[in-house]
């Protein structure tokens, strides 16, 4: 239907023939997909009732110890530490200072002879007198006296074996008798030992004690009570 806009007269109005015609193409609706479903949620936890103040008193108490603990740990590793070097301190200055030490403190020197370990004293024989004995055995009617001990060298080097001084003493340590002798050995290795045996024949009644000592040679210029004296 077509109008007129001026006198509004209507009138049918048919297409040309020459028209093309319009192709309606039938279209397949594509069929409709439901939408997933979501996931339902979970449950939620039951939320955590708490804990009583007994168990959080515990755990505090726990949680002090364990760091207590480990304090104790830590203080004690740092105390050997300081202890070992203290001791190492002590022991390299104790080598090397060794004569110094035993200058300040003589007594000192019977560890470090027994280490095996040279130092200067006023021993310039480097030897000593251990284990002196007596020992007296009546033959013919006759007392024979034996006295022997132990030679002893308390330095790294070897030493000569001076002749050996014996003395016969009363109660009161006065000199009764006295002689001296040698043995075969004419040195001892070093930090060695030799053993030595002398005898009398009828020592004197008040002979109580004996004494025994190393003679010095003069070029030495030592007293012989000094040099590796011994009393029995």
Request: glycine fraction near 6%; proline fraction near 8%.
């Amino acid at each position: 239907m077509v109008k007129c806009a001026k006198c509004g007269h209507k009138w049918r109005e048919y297409p040309p023939e020459d028209l093309p015609k319009q192709v309606v193409q039938e279209v397949t609706p594509e069929p409709v997909q439901e939408p997933e479903k979501a996931p339902e949620p979970e449950a939620p936890a039951p939320e955590d009732q708490g804990m009583s103040i007994e168990q959080m008193t515990q755990m505090r108490q726990q949680r002090a110890q364990q760091v207590e603990t480990k304090s104790r740990r830590k203080k004690s590793i740092f105390g050997w530490l300081l202890f070992i070097l203290i001791l190492a301190g002590i022991g390299v200055g104790g080598y090397h200072g060794r004569n110094y030490v035993v200058q300040f403190w003589p007594a000192s020197a019977k560890l470090y002879q027994m280490l095996k370990l040279d130092v200067k004293t006023t021993n310039l024989l480097g030897l000593e007198i251990h284990d002196l004995k007596t020992k007296s055995i009546l033959e013919n009617g006759i007392v024979r006296l034996t006295v022997t001990g132990r030679i002893k060298n308390i330095t790294g080097e070897e030493q000569p074996i001076p002749r050996i001084g014996i003395q016969l003493v009363d109660s009161n340590g006065h000199h009764v008798y006295s002689w001296s002798t040698s043995i075969e050995e004419t040195h001892v290795t070093p930090w060695g030992e030799i053993e030595f045996s002398s005898s009398m024949n009828q020592p004197p009644e008040e002979a109580k004690h004996v004494k025994a000592h190393l003679i010095a040679p003069k070029d030495l210029m030592k007293k012989p009570e000094q040099d590796g004296e011994s009393h029995q």
